[in-house]
C-alpha cells in the first residue's frame, strides 16, 4: 500500500488521507454510509463517509469521500459493506 500511498500523497486527494489513516493503524467501521447529507451541490451522486476507528488509542473519525474511481476501485477489492442513507 506504501506505493499507492505514495502516488496518491503527490496527488493531494481526499482519497489520500484514507489510504494513509489506514496505513497509520485506523480501521474502518463497516458499513460504510453513502447518502448526500454533506455532499456539495455539484455531487449528485453522493458521498461515502466512512467511520475510522483506532482502537489502540481509542479514538473515532469521519471522512468523507465523493466518489471517485479509484475509491470504487478501493470499495470493491475491500469488499466493505455500503449502506445508502436519505437525508431528510
Partial sequence: MKGLLTKLMIDGSRFAQLVKALDGGWEIEEPVLLGSMWHSAGNR????????????????TL??????????????????????????
Fill in 63 to 88: 471522512i468523507s469521500l465523493p466518489p471517485s474511481p479509484q475509491l470504487m476501485v478501493f470499495l470493491h477489492e475491500n469488499n466493505l459493506n455500503i449502506n445508502a442513507v436519505q437525508a431528510n
Fill in 45 to 60: 451522486s453522493g458521498t461515502y463517509h466512512f467511520v475510522l476507528r483506532n482502537k489502540i488509542e481509542d479514538k473515532t
